[in-house]
């Protein structure tokens, strides 16, 4: 049987991966497991968590499915992501999906775009149905400084991490997300050591990539990508590798 673990993000809940979670489920015969991080609870709080019982919470998951499938998929969004990595590095997981992973974050550019929409709305008085004023509204003001230290702690502690994944890694991000920077999947792009590794910018696609308009081709990719064969040209994936870089730099910046 295989199996695949899904990790959500900082101040998240599992509601940020499930529309993937769900794709999975209807497609395949696969257990699928998608964890609530310690102080992400309905009524939790993130006052007093140490970054260590967020890995401590996913590795347990995982060490779980290890001993219950063949065969085993991480899926990390956002600080879910870092996690994911830590992961892949450390244990026998076949493949490795990194959705807005936060390696960088805060997209300045973006954010102020997405401030001047807000001030918009605000003005209209239309508020109260701007996308990005309701979804992060109560996290502003509800996530302690000490869970921001943490967050930072913990991406901050695995950074080292990319360079010993050596396993076949899809990263995926929204052009237009606010909160981790494009230049972030480039960032976990370049130094991953995988010899098979894909990069898939989606061009209207906010911070929460899994709920964009895009999400059914991108989940579809994924999935794709799953499934494949590991009987992978090592030449061929690092000439596609070089240009898929190549490409990307002469784009242009992506913020």
């Known amino acids: 049987m295989n199996g695949c673990l899904c990790i959500h993000g900082f101040t998240g809940s599992p509601f940020e991966v499930q529309p993937l979670a769900e794709y999975l489920k209807d497609h395949t015969d696969w257990k699928i497991v998608v964890p609530t991080l310690p102080g992400h609870e309905e009524k939790g709080s993130l006052k007093g968590i140490n970054y260590t019982e967020w890995i401590d919470c996913a590795e347990l998951a995982l060490q779980s499915l290890l001993k219950e499938c063949n065969t085993v998929y991480v899926i990390g969004f956002s600080m879910g992501g870092i996690i994911a990595c830590y992961l892949a590095a450390k244990y026998p997981v076949k493949k490795l999906v990194l959705l807005s992973a936060a390696a960088r974050y805060i997209n300045s550019r973006q954010l102020a775009l997405d401030s001047v929409e807000m001030v918009r709305d605000a003005w209209r008085g239309n508020l109260g149905k701007n996308e990005l004023y309701l979804r992060y509204k109560n996290k502003m003001v509800k996530t302690p400084i000490s869970a921001a230290y943490q967050f930072r702690l913990l991406v901050a502690a695995n950074r080292r991490v990319f360079q010993d994944i050596k396993i076949p890694t899809f990263i995926a991000q929204g052009k237009k997300d606010g909160i981790v920077p494009p230049r972030s999947a480039l960032f976990l792009f370049e130094k991953i050591n995988a010899p ?28 794709e990508f799953l499934h494949r064969s590991n009987e992978w040209s090592r ?7 070089k240009l898929t870089c190549e490409a990307l730099h002469h784009a242009g910046p992506l913020e």
């Open 235 to 241: 030449a061929e994936g690092a000439m596609d590798n």
């Open 196 to 223: 098979e590794k894909e990069l898939r910018i989606v061009e209207e696609a906010k911070h929460l990539i899994c709920h964009c308009e895009e999400k059914r081709s991108l989940f579809k990719e994924i999935l």
